[in-house]
């Protein structure tokens, strides 16, 4: 037990890190945004199939039409994602648009009580309404460098699109229990290339090794081998352990960004992105406000 732990957590802090990443070599890699895109669901769709090949999860037997069905939903939900993601970060910056993207747990709460009927508790409430202040911080203040105007307000929409986008697939997810993860990537990949063939520009390729470099590093490293080490590590750690590991993907970000672009946050922003993250992980982890009773009253 102790062991998958220790391997789990080593597995999911790796997985966070990658993740913490990927908006560098979105930018290095010199591309539009729906060719960088397609290039991820391309050479992540050759290792995953190479996975999946590996696991014997290329049976038919493996996932019921049905459920294909849906993971084709889940896959066009991601794969927008994506596109919207990496668009937000030359607007406003990897950093931003990471910490905004962490949104995504609110926006789970709020479909999961409209489509499922949950319950939205005070204490629910209470993270929403602690989230919203930090975006506010954010949205209202002086962008820096070179994010400012009306790009940095599209950068803070996209990435409230992409969490959107992200709380439907994990919406979709739910219902896609018991099928293995790695098939469920392998899907949405392949409908990602399927969704993008027609719209990637073909016509301006990588030019130089550092590009392609970028390219391949995002389809081999950011998607197959993240999504083995991720699903790995979920299937060894308890929720709340992988509740709090994913916080370091957010914060992996904003050193990356501050490491490779000197963008360091504005105060009221470094305020805001920590009131998004903490609220972030009190939902996630179930954080509640409870009054302690004296002994004699609760006799």
């Not at 975006?135 to 599209?154: E, F, H, N, R």
């Not at 994913?246 to 960004?257: H, T």
Request: net charge positive.
């Amino acid at each position: 037990m102790e062991k998958d732990l220790f391997r789990g957590s080593v597995e999911m802090t790796a997985a966070m890190i990658i993740s913490g990443t990927i908006g560098w070599f979105v930018l290095m890699s010199g591309q539009p945004v729906l060719s960088v895109v397609f290039w991820r669901c391309a050479i992540g769709a050759v290792t995953l199939l190479a996975v999946c090949a590996a696991l014997g999860l290329l049976r038919p037997d493996v996932i019921s039409r049905k459920l294909f069905g849906l993971a084709v939903i889940g896959g066009v939900a991601i794969v927008l994602n994506w596109v919207l993601l990496f668009a937000a970060y030359s607007r406003a910056s990897i950093a931003i648009a990471t910490t905004v993207y962490n949104v995504q747990p609110f926006m789970l709460v709020g479909l999961g009580a409209l489509i499922f009927k949950e319950k939205l508790t005070a204490t629910k409430l209470f993270w929403l309404g602690f989230a919203f202040a930090g975006m506010l911080l954010i949205v209202q203040a002086k962008p820096g460098g070179a994010y400012s105007g009306s790009d940095y307000m599209t950068g803070i929409a996209l990435s409230l699109g992409a969490a959107f986008l992200y709380a439907i697939a994990s919406i979709v997810a739910k219902r896609l229990k018991g099928t293995p993860p790695h098939l469920i990537a392998l899907i949405q990949v392949c409908v990602g290339i399927i969704m993008l063939v027609p719209l990637a520009d073909f016509t301006s390729l990588p030019q130089s090794t550092g590009q392609w470099a970028s390219i391949v590093t995002i389809g081999v490293v950011h998607t197959g081998l993240m999504y083995i080490l991720l699903y790995s590590a979920i299937q060894r750690l308890p929720t709340h352990i992988t509740g709090s590991l994913s916080f370091i993907y957010p914060i992996a970000a904003i050193m990356v960004d501050y490491i490779t672009f000197g963008h360091a946050l504005q105060p009221s922003q470094l305020v805001g992105s920590a009131a998004i993250l903490i609220a972030a992980a009190g939902t996630s982890l179930g954080w509640t406000f409870r009054r302690s009773v004296p002994a004699d009253i609760r006799a």
